[in-house]
């Protein structure tokens, strides 16, 4: 994937994220907050622009693009990048997975993996910061933080590949 | 005498310019001048509104000051979106489209002003007039036009921060200049003043940082924007007191703001306060001017155009290739750089202080109508340009092809 990020001096930053067959998703963010979405139809073409959305649209929009606010695919593996090299994921429990029935505290997930679990859900509920004693069920999700690494250890924990 | 209703008669007058300009799609500062124009007192005296005299609006105090305020204001935010790494980062090819730029365009207007004026000191006046494009209404038609998300941006974007940056040197200079006298010693003397001030401000802007920081550091917007407007309007102030343009110190104050945390939110908070002082500052503009000194000047405002329209187009033609921008796009570089607006009005401004100084009183307000009529011209020539920029790419595409 190939995103080109460059600086419009006095207007804002702008990004183009190359999506295949040539084309060119432009996003021009202003120092206002406000987003423009341009599609540059082949590299030669001059960008058309979309949709221009305010600060707070476009992070809702953003959340819908990411999978954040709804996930069609029962995924276990979305991921958003909180900051350089530390990623927020969230995993599915399978009901064969080696965590079902532990408690937060029994599966020592942070010295084992080093990953802090920072929510379940649960029949669609968000339990925030999960006490230790709290029990790990199938089909709970679990949101989690860590480097990439952490995050590939918990994955092989979580499906028990270790 | 500066009264309410004449303020208030003011920014009327400028909102109705702003709604004129939505309605008719052009770029509002040529109207904002206009504006001014027609509300001068050599217009207004005399007039009288159902047995009330029309208020008196130009040369009050508030619309000075509010103009001085406008030029700080424009500048400071210069300084605030100026950012040195960045430009370090792509020097060669800011440096090259640049110094095309400055070469052709100070070069052209140097020879042009000693033609049109007979003068040196008028000469490197009219080269900057000539020089500086306008940022506020270039950046503002590549949002309208869709152009900013296209390759072309870059190389004027680019183009525009190297001209900011060479006309903060350039204003402190010819501030000093003008004001100096034609005395060669005290000219340099004030030149070496306004220097030395400003190599102070750029150490306070490169090591300042933590302090400005600092200075910032409150929940309250309130707070915030009084204590950037505090610091700002004092340093101008300081600076204009001792001789130094006011507006040079105000581009260094803002850069001084720049690497701090709180940039973004002084952008937000304080655009709508730069924006409402720059149409004061537009409207002054308007107010000093003298319409009947037009025809005198329409034939040198007639050569500034002819020449300097196709200069930038071919240093901006130039500066799209710098850049490795094919003909197409290189023309419209070329063209979007013909616009000249609130800078060159700045430089015109300085023009008039030297009045009865370093320049005679007659050569100090001809520079001064010059400059206003050529940006009242160059301003819409070059948004039109930029609209109508079609055959133009076509010529360039036949001429030079596509690569």
Not at chain 2, 250 to 275: I, Y
Request: glycine share 10%; with cysteine; net charge negative.
């Amino acid at each position: 994937m190939d995103v080109t990020e460059s600086d419009l001096p006095g207007v804002g930053k702008k990004h183009e994220v190359d999506i295949g067959g040539g084309q060119q998703l432009v996003i021009v963010t202003h120092n206002t907050g406000t987003r423009e979405l341009y599609l540059k139809a082949s590299d030669d073409a001059d960008s058309e622009k979309l949709v221009e959305l305010s600060d707070r649209m476009a992070r809702l929009v953003g959340t819908i693009l990411e999978g954040a606010y709804f996930q069609p695919v029962q995924s276990d593996h979305v991921e958003t990048m909180l900051a350089e090299g530390t990623l927020l994921e969230w995993f599915a429990v399978d009901p064969d997975s080696p965590l079902v029935g532990e408690t937060v505290a029994s599966a020592d997930v942070g010295q084992r993996t080093g990953v802090t679990v920072v929510a379940i859900q649960r029949d669609g509920e968000v339990i925030p910061g999960p006490m230790p004693e709290r029990t790990i069920e199938a089909g709970d999700t679990l949101v989690v933080v860590g480097d990439r690494g952490s995050c590939d250890d918990f994955e092989r924990l979580l499906t028990g590949e270790q | 005498m500066a009264d309410l209703l004449g303020v208030g008669v003011l920014f009327a007058a400028v909102a109705v310019a702003g709604v004129v300009a939505v309605r008719v799609d052009k770029s509002v500062i040529p109207l904002y001048i206009v504006v001014g124009m027609v509300l001068s007192p050599s217009v207004t005296d005399g007039i009288a509104v159902a047995g009330y005299a029309f208020p008196t609006i130009g040369g009050s105090e508030f619309v000075d000051i509010g103009a001085e305020l406008g030029i700080v204001f424009l500048l400071f935010f210069l300084g605030l979106e100026f950012n040195l790494d960045r430009l370090v980062e792509s020097r060669q090819r800011i440096g090259r489209a640049g110094l095309l730029d400055l070469g052709i365009n100070f070069g052209a207007g140097l020879l042009l002003g000693f033609a049109l004026f007979r003068d040196p000191l008028a000469a490197v006046l009219v080269a900057g007039i000539v020089y500086i494009s306008s940022s506020a209404i270039i950046t503002k038609s590549l949002i309208d036009l869709g152009w900013i998300a296209n390759d072309e941006a870059e190389p004027m974007l680019g183009s525009l921060v190297f001209e900011d940056l060479f006309i903060a040197v350039y204003l402190t200079v010819a501030a000093a200049l003008v004001t100096g006298g034609s005395d060669v010693g005290a000219a340099a003397t004030s030149v070496g003043v306004a220097l030395a001030f400003i190599v102070g401000l750029l150490l306070l802007a490169r090591y300042g940082t933590p302090w400005f920081e600092r200075a910032l550091q409150t929940n309250s917007n309130e707070y915030k924007v009084l204590r950037a407007v505090g610091v700002t309007v004092l340093v101008a102030g300081v600076a204009l007191a001792i001789g130094v343009s006011e507006a040079v110190a105000a581009f260094f104050v803002g850069m001084a703001f720049a690497p701090t945390s709180h940039v973004h939110d002084l952008e937000n908070l304080l655009e709508p306060v730069r924006d409402t002082f720059a149409a004061v500052f537009f409207f002054w503009i308007g107010v000093e001017t003298d319409p009947t000194l037009f025809p005198s000047v329409a034939g040198l405002v007639a050569a500034a155009v002819v020449v300097t329209t196709p200069t930038k187009i071919l240093s901006g033609y130039l500066g799209g290739r710098a850049y490795d921008l094919g003909p197409r796009r290189s023309m419209r570089v070329g063209l979007g750089m013909v616009t000249r607006g609130e800078f060159s009005l700045i430089i015109a401004a300085v023009a008039l202080t030297g009045a009865g100084v370093s320049l005679s009183t007659d050569l100090a307000s001809a520079i001064y109508s010059f400059t206003v009529a050529y940006v009242l011209v160059m301003s819409v020539l070059g948004t039109m340009l930029m609209q109508y920029s079609e055959p133009f790419e076509r010529f360039a595409v036949e001429r030079f092809g596509t690569k």
